[in-house]
């Protein structure tokens, strides 16, 4: 960013996610920072960005993580209560696209999706099985579902695994933008724009990523110490902590 400053670009666009409103866990807490470091230097450079919702099918989504799955011969584990909001590789092209073109520097675009558009993990996960035309059978645990997988034929129900979530840095349902938040939903048809994304001080930045630097040189830091720091400089930063990652399971 500082060389931009130097060397400046007609625009500068970056890809946020939705996980930076409200983050519960250390990435939407990443994310967040991310938006806070370009924000600061929106008064040199024209800058936006765009938080959206999961890509179907992108590497590491969801869906994607069940076409590696099922080329493995592994068991599906999933939350049954996890609601989120999807959009296809084109649209989320298209918010990058419209945010670049139609953005004024310090704002950021979401797509304006209604709740009732929220996919529930296991409705989205048997629509999935249904559309490959690959049978399911649910199963009671985690390790009744490896059992089956072990001894599983081709002809044979693929074992899936519901369960309430109960994993770190979750949230039940998604959202784009948070009470302090002005939020202009009139603009656009399609997208809706944050008009007053925090912008700290470049001095204000310099101290949080020394501080992160510092921590991570050190010999003695865990988990619990990097969201405490994370938290110091994002304070709607709520981490929610299980000891269990959704990844272990699906």
């Keep these: 960013m500082d060389l931009l400053v130097t060397y400046k670009p007609e625009h500068f666009f970056c890809v946020s996610t939705d996980k930076a409103a409200n983050p519960v866990n250390v990435m939407g807490a990443s994310k967040k920072l991310m938006e806070e ?9 024209k800058i936006t960005t765009a938080r959206f919702a999961n890509v179907a099918f992108s590497n590491g ?7 590696q799955r099922l080329f493995k ?15 296809s590789p084109e649209e989320s092209g298209q ?7 139609l ?3 310090g704002q950021i675009y979401f797509p304006k999706l209604e709740e009732d558009e929220m996919v529930n993990f296991k409705e989205i996960t048997l629509d999935f099985f249904k559309e490959m035309a690959i049978p399911v059978i649910e199963c009671l645990s985690d390790d009744d579902a490896k059992n089956r997988a072990t001894s599983m034929s081709i002809e044979d129900p693929h074992p899936v695994y519901f369960f309430t979530s109960d994993t770190s840095g979750e949230k039940l349902y998604e959202e784009f933008f948070t009470e302090i938040d002005e939020v202009d939903l009139e603009m656009y048809e399609g997208m809706g724009v944050i008009k007053n994304a925090v912008k700290p001080s470049k001095t204000q930045i310099e101290n949080c990523i020394s501080e992160l630097q ?13 969201v405490s720091l994370m938290k ?3 304070p709607d930063f709520e981490h929610i902590e299980t000891g269990k990652s959704l990844d272990q399971k699906m």
Excluded: E, N, T
């Design 95 to 101: 918010i990058c696209m419209l945010a670049c073109i």
């Design 73 to 87: 011969k592994q068991p599906i584990s999933c939350p049954s209560d996890v609601k989120r909001f999807f959009v």
């Design 232 to 234: 110091k400089h994002l």
């Design 103 to 105: 953005g004024a520097s």
């Design 37 to 45: 470091v370009i924000m600061a230097y929106s008064s040199d450079i």
């Design 61 to 67: 989504s969801l869906l994607d993580g069940y076409i």
């Design 214 to 226: 510092m921590l991570m040189q050190s010999d003695a830091y865990d988990k619990s110490a990097i």
